[in-house]
């Protein structure tokens, strides 16, 4: 099952959920949506676990005001394309795992087949037109969406399971303005482990989950809050609101 290695690299992780748990990682397959400030401490920790199989997808090359947050990138990958930046790192980082990347745009057309046999997506994203793309794909396979996001000092997380809690369509269902917002570099690295974490237990199937609870952190303050939300039933992608033509029906 394990390599002499492996299990060496694994060691406290299979005293805390045995070597059932870390296969549990090991056959998992994530798919990263973002290869930047979430993204790359996203994949770190994912790949340190042992998540066997990760996809990251990102249409991005690295840029010198990506170095501030963006912890997979050095200065001497300016210019080069994102995923590949991460890939080189992850390789480096845990030999054991396979990774797929993706240098593309998601849209609605490579969507579906960029998750592909994923069991996780996370959503490392900075845009809101490609988190409801996530979250529509989510709904329509029954994968758990794990979101991020981040501002300044200030980011949220929240995990959605279909079928059972709200969506990110339910929370949000309007984007906010599009804007190139500031960003202090421990902001998307505390959400991000936030978001592993989730990911961790989901695939364990332990603890409980940021399900119908956005979480918030306010890194000036150094609180964490949480907003409890629920389902609507008006919602476009998981709504249960009846047809108007079963009402005069």
């Known amino acids: ?108 057309s490579n969507v579906m087949e960029l998750v592909g046999d994923a069991d996780i997506i996370v959503d490392a994203m900075d845009n809101y037109p490609v988190r409801y793309l996530l979250n529509k794909v989510a709904y329509e396979k029954g ?15 929240m995990t959605i399971v279909p079928g059972k809690s709200a969506c990110f369509n339910c929370v949000f269902p309007s984007p906010p ?12 690295g505390i959400i991000a482990m936030v978001q592993v974490n989730e990911a961790i237990k989901c695939l364990l199937r332990k603890g409980d989950l940021l399900t119908d609870r956005l979480m918030i952190w306010n890194g000036l303050c150094s609180e964490m809050e949480y907003m409890r939300v629920s389902k609507r039933c008006d919602c476009k992608i998981c709504g249960t609101e009846p047809d108007p033509k079963d009402k005069q029906e």
């Open 1 to 108: 099952m394990f390599s002499d290695d492996e299990l060496e690299r694994y060691s406290r992780q299979i005293m805390l959920f045995g070597e059932d748990g870390q296969k549990r990682l090991k056959d998992a397959t994530v798919f990263i949506a973002g290869a930047g400030g979430l993204g790359c401490p996203v994949a770190l920790y994912l790949a340190a676990a042992g998540v066997g199989n990760l996809r990251i997808a990102d249409r991005d090359t690295v840029e010198r005001t990506n170095l501030n947050r963006q912890v997979l990138h050095w200065e001497t990958d300016i210019g080069r394309e994102k995923v590949l930046s991460v890939e080189e790192k992850l390789r480096d980082i845990n030999p054991h795992i396979n990774i797929d990347t993706f240098h593309i745009t998601i849209d609605d």
């Open 177 to 188: 303005p599009v804007e190139v917002f500031p960003v202090v570099g421990v902001t998307p």
């Open 143 to 157: 994968l758990p969406l794990i979101h991020g996001a981040i501002r300044g000092f200030d980011g949220q997380a």
